[in-house]
């Protein structure tokens, strides 16, 4: 936080996607920002081409919101070096100037692009943070060139490389972290928000179902589109549902699955008995609201912020993954180490 305490008057964040960010960011505004601060938050569409938010205005405190809902653009020459004079004329500007009044946000790197919401006068005196993408950005080299082949990105070693060049900090001042506990408090206070602002009826049915249903433990399987986009196939899924079914039975739970916004069926879940709810709910925001005895998943950040965040007992599957899927799946070494130093392995008992 800048020394003199909340002192930005106006907080920009760009191209979020996922509820993750809109909870990075708003948490981070929060902590930054004096009281009345106009804090906007541009949005991208997911591979769904959906946004996580709808555009509008809203208050959270005494900040004052406004959503916009941006495309991905294609390169625009003018734009270009509109955004490099900017970056030049900050780079200069944060060697002449301390005070900082104004604040730009972009997941995991800087991205100069966003200086185009400010103006020069406003750059004068801008913090450049970044915030959480998710569990995105503790990957490596090997984990984004297979995000990239899953997503049909173009280039991903050049853009890989020019993220890291840009989380430097010479370009960031501050990177703002919640995956593992940090900044706990806001955290929690943005999604409690969140979830009575734009989710309170769905949580309110959900709650209403699983009290009727009865059930003694609720574990939530954090779904994971590992057929639509990690070639798994319908009947290794099927093999691997077996064997967390058979844990979570061994531990008298119930299993409910979160379903994956990019899984497009889910008949072989409620096939073996897997309650199933929808996407309606973002992930952090339902474990929040119905606080489960315990969440399992594969690669998701939920699984760390789940645990670190909101205390709920974490289960990894690698370490039961059968090794037809693990060959498919499997994170680099790395960042597997890093997911398992948060959670718990649900091992065969």
Known sequence: MDKGGQSIEKFVACDLISPFHIIAALSAASALCKSSASVQLHMLPNLNKKYAIGKGTFK????????????????????????????????????????????VAHHTYF????????TFREIIQC??????????????????????RREKKHYPVLKYLGRCFFSLPLFVSMNWKILTGENQ?????????????????????LRTWITKQQFQK??????????????????????????????????????????HPLERN??????????VIGDEIPGEILIRAIEPDAIIGYNSGLL??????????????????????????FPEAWLRRFIERHTTPLSER
């Not at 196939?233 to 379903?259: A, F, M, P, Y």
């Open 185 to 205: 408090e806001h955290v929690d206070a943005v999604v409690i928000f969140l979830a009575e602002k734009f989710y309170h009826k769905e949580i309110i049915k």
């Open 127 to 148: 913090k450049t943070i970044t915030i959480e993408e998710g569990i995105g950005t503790y990957g490596g080299l090997f984990h984004h060139l297979r995000a990239g």
């Open 111 to 118: 991205n100069f692009f966003t200086l185009n919401n400010l």
């Open 60 to 103: 959270y405190r005494d900040l004052s919101i406004s959503i916009t809902l941006s495309k991905i653009k294609k390169f625009n020459f003018k734009s270009f070096i509109e955004s490099l004079i900017k970056f030049i004329f900050l780079l200069i500007a944060k060697l002449l100037f301390r005070k900082n009044k104004y604040c």
């Open 304 to 329: 760390i912020i789940g645990n670190a965040v909101f205390g709920i007992t974490s289960y990894t599957i690698h370490k039961i993954l059968p090794k037809q899927i693990q060959e498919k799946i």
């Open 218 to 259: 609720v574990f939530i399987l954090i779904g994971s589109p590992l057929v639509e986009l990690y070639g798994v196939s319908s009947s290794e899924l099927l093999q691997l549902l077996h064997i967390i079914l058979k844990e979570v039975n061994s531990r008298g739970g119930t299993l409910i699955l979160k379903r």
């Open 266 to 275: 889910d008949k072989l879940y409620r096939k073996v008995g897997i309650h």
